[in-house]
Nanobody
Framework: QVQLVESGGGLVQPGGSLRLSCAAS????????IGWFRQAPGKEREGVSC????????YYVDSVKGRFTISRDNANNTVYLQMNSLKPEDTAVYFC????????????????WGPGTQVTVSS
């Protein structure tokens, strides 16, 4: 029953905002570094953000710095991604997963992929 389920995606105009949620079940979220990944059609999946569970440090891919913010609510066992100033190139399916930061944000495959949530930025 260990799983992560994403929600909060939708259709938004350029410049708009969305807040994605990642609900964890079957484990305690604060024991794990959880981040966000996205995959656009025809492109490889990329790490977007990661929060280090040991000290709360946050990391972002360059393309979203200053626009996206990752946070967590341990009481509700949920990780969030606040996305502001959205651009068409942010359009993708967004997933959450356990993460680590090397030269890029990478996924640790301890937890199965969730269903993802679609974010579409279009006018």
């Amino acid at each position: 029953q260990v799983q992560l389920v994403e929600s909060g995606g939708g259709l938004v105009q350029p410049g708009g905002s969305l807040r994605l949620s990642c609900a964890a079940s079957g484990f305690t979220l604060d024991d794990s570094s959880i981040g966000w990944f996205r995959q656009a059609p025809g492109k490889e999946r990329e790490g977007v953000s990661c929060m280090d569970s040991s000290d709360g440090s946050t990391y972002y891919v360059d393309s979203v710095k200053g626009r996206f913010t990752i946070s967590r609510d341990n009481a509700n066992n949920t990780v969030y991604l606040q996305m502001n100033s959205l651009k068409p190139e942010d359009t993708a399916v967004y997933f959450c997963a356990e993460c680590a930061v090397l030269s890029t944000i990478v996924r640790l495959d301890h937890i199965p992929w969730g269903p993802g949530t679609q974010v579409t930025v279009s006018s």
